[in-house]
């Protein structure tokens, strides 16, 4: 099975924090993926790699920036947190057929709080 | 604009009775479709996916689909319910030619005894 691994559960930062937030994951995938989740509104894309050193945008990348420096791991880089970017955090992977046609691999998520 | 829409924020079930969760997608050619489900604390896990082929598909757990083309339309149903099937389910589109998947809102199943 493929496990994609988030350091970390739980976090609590203040205003102004850079914030790290990583992911790696197992299965050799090509794709990785980080969303937020926050309730009512679902799954929102935030960036998105193909490989290693690309990156594109998703539809909300406004206040984050990624890292993808091995193909296995993928970090999502708050630059200045704000308390509008507390929310649940997920890491997805999946395989070279394509972005939108294979299935993703989440990890558990990150709960990151901003105070 | 591609989208989805889950017109149920929150549903509750008898445990033991069957579940119908209702999936609408706008997407302007033939869509990939996923169902995925959320248990609390936990990352989404896929339940059932279609590409082609035949409409009614089955997936883990129990739980099936059936993609409906006329109708936009991709429910998740299951005969019966356990309790722990009690979760956040999310419906989501995907494509090709680089298109990315997109979700829906999330349906969350309530099961009482």
């Known amino acids: 099975d493929v496990k994609v691994t988030q350091s970390s559960r739980y976090l609590v930062k203040r205003t102004g924090e850079k914030v790290f937030l990583e992911c790696v994951q197992d299965m050799d995938h090509e794709n990785m993926f980080w969303y937020r989740q926050d309730p009512g509104l679902g799954l929102r894309l935030i960036y998105f790699?193909?490989?290693?050193?690309?990156?594109e945008k998703g539809d909300i990348p406004e206040g984050y920036s990624v890292s993808r420096e091995k193909k296995e791991r993928f970090s999502l880089i708050l630059e200045s947190a704000s308390t509008n970017q507390t929310s649940m955090y997920l890491c997805a992977s999946s395989s070279l057929l394509g972005a939108g046609n294979s299935p993703l691999h989440f990890g558990n998520g990150t709960r990151l709080t901003v105070t | 604009a591609q989208s989805v829409t889950q017109p149920d924020i929150h549903i509750t079930v008898s445990e033991g009775a069957s579940l119908e969760l209702r999936c609408n997608y706008s997407?302007?050619?033939?869509?990939?479709l996923f169902w995925y489900v959320q248990s609390p604390g936990q990352g989404l896990q896929l339940l059932l996916k279609y590409f082609s082929g035949d409409t009614l598909v089955q997936g883990i757990k129990g739980f099936e689909a059936e993609f409906k083309r006329s109708q936009s339309s991709f429910n998740l149903r299951k005969p019966s319910v356990h309790w722990s099937d009690a979760a956040e389910y999310f419906c989501?589109?995907?494509?090709?030619?680089?298109?990315?998947?997109?979700f829906g809102a999330g349906t969350r199943l309530f099961v009482k005894a």
């Open positions: 997407y302007g050619a033939t869509p990939y």
């Open positions: 989501a589109v995907g494509g090709t030619g680089g298109f990315k998947t997109i």
């Open positions: 790699s193909y490989d290693v050193k690309m990156k």
